[in-house]
């Protein structure tokens, strides 16, 4: 009996260490990248544009060393990038700064870091060329593992870039493609107003963008309202058709009936 208890205690301390191992190996870390906070989605020009990017774990399933690319187009920009160890600064490795709108940093697995931190600031780019669709956007960040002659990008963030006078208009011209999608019938002279509007945006002539772009909206809600007078005039003839065969109808019934009193006297 005493083997036999024995026996059972091997076996479950085996049993535990295997679940053990399991366990560990389940939650091992791996390179991953996130961000603190979202990344824009729209920015003003010449605002000011702030993201943080922490990578975990940089040297798993990655090399013991590797170069850490950054590019932006933002403008008047700062990149710190600070390497840690559960959460501190990992000693002898000190935070860096770069000012342009590339940097790159070589990372050893020997400094003993567990997260790289790269915090980027800098302000919207002004917008080089108007395209409606698509619409302008920029790079906020491109970070890339370079290792020897391979680089594999990991992040790539962009973002639509404005000024006060383009987002007016493009808001125009957006109200005004809904309202002729949403209009009866043929809007071949609206949809071509849309078309001169988003020349004239295309061509940074926002004022007209705006005017040709209500112009075609109008269009689109006056077809709305013809067909709404339309219907109603139609509802309406209909309901006095049959008010008048109704009103027939009665009239040929009481007619018969004085007729027959007529007959039966």
């Known amino acids: 009996m005493r083997m036999n208890s024995i026996h059972y205690s091997r076996a479950t301390v085996a049993l535990l260490c ?20 979202d990344v824009p989605n729209e920015t003003a020009v010449d605002s000011e544009v702030s993201v943080t990017y922490v990578i975990d774990d940089p040297f798993t399933d990655a090399p013991d060393e590797w170069t850490l690319a950054g590019e932006t ?13 559960a959460g501190n600064p990992v ?10 709108q590339s940097f790159t940093q070589e990372l050893d697995i020997d400094n003993n870091g567990d997260q790289v931190r790269v915090e980027l ?21 491109s970070l890339t593992r370079v290792t020897g002659n391979n680089e594999n990008e990991f992040r790539n963030d962009t973002a ?10 493009r808001k125009a011209i957006n109200a005004s493609q809904q309202a002729v999608a949403n209009a009866p019938g043929d809007n071949s002279d609206a949809q071509s107003d849309i078309d001169r509007a988003i020349s004239a945006y295309e061509a940074e002539n926002f004022d ?15 077809a709305q309202q013809s067909q709404q007078t339309t219907q109603t005039l139609l509802l309406a ?29």
């Open 73 to 85: 187009e933002l403008e008047n920009v700062s990149w710190t990038v600070t390497v840690l160890r």
């Open 121 to 141: 600031v800098g302000d919207t780019p002004a917008i080089e060329n108007y395209t409606y669709e698509p619409e302008e956007r920029y790079t906020v960040a």
């Open 208 to 222: 007209n963008a705006i005017s040709l772009a209500e112009d075609a909206e109008q269009q689109a809600q006056q």
């Open 18 to 37: 295997i679940v053990g191992l399991v366990a560990v190996a389940g939650t091992a870390g791996a390179f991953t990248v996130s961000t603190e906070g």
């Open 160 to 169: 639509h870039h404005y000024t006060n006078e383009s987002r007016e208009a």
């Open 237 to 265: 003839g209909g309901a006095l058709v049959v008010l008048l065969l109704l009103g027939g109808g009665g009239y040929y019934f009481y007619s018969q009936s004085q007729e027959d009193d007529y007959s039966k006297l």
């Open 91 to 100: 000693d002898g490795v000190d935070p860096q700064t770069y000012g342009s």
